[in-house]
Nanobody, 126 residues
Framework: QVQLVESGGGLVQVGGSLRLSCQAS????????MAWFRQAPGEEREFVAA????????YVAVSVRDRFTISRDNAKDTVYLQMNSLKAEDTAIYYC???????????????????WGQGTQVTVSS
């Protein structure tokens, strides 16, 4: 059974940085695309970033593209989200997700992904 566990969230001041990690288990993650989504209070979950199974291709939402970076270490079955210059509006629960089909493409829609982590809270205070 595929499990995803996020970590690295917390409380940070405006302008600060955090690096989120998502550890996958249950199967080698190296053949599967990974993504990050977030959900702010009272809002729908939204796409943040995705990375191909090989790590060669990434896509980051326009709203955070100049501040967030997604990467992966397949040897560690881990995907990362580096978040810099954080703003109050980045406050949300951050989720990682992956697909069930190996060597498939990534996408920006929730329905593209079959497995989800429990999320990690990021709070940016001003």
């Amino acid at each position: 059974q595929v499990q995803l566990v996020e970590s690295g969230g917390g409380l940070v001041q405006v302008g600060g940085s955090l690096r989120l990690s998502c550890q996958a288990s249950g199967r080698p993650s190296s053949s599967y695309p990974m993504a990050w989504f977030r959900q702010a209070p009272g809002e729908e979950r939204e796409f943040v970033a995705a990375i191909s199974w090989s790590g060669d291709n990434t896509y980051v939402a326009v709203s955070v593209r100049d501040r967030f970076t997604i990467s992966r270490d397949n040897a560690k079955d881990t995907v990362y989200l580096q978040m810099n210059s954080l703003k109050a509006e980045d406050t949300a629960i951050y989720y990682c997700a992956t697909r069930s089909v190996s060597r498939s493409g990534y996408g920006t829609r929730e329905g593209t992904y079959d497995y989800w982590g429990q999320g990690t809270q990021v709070t940016v205070s001003s």
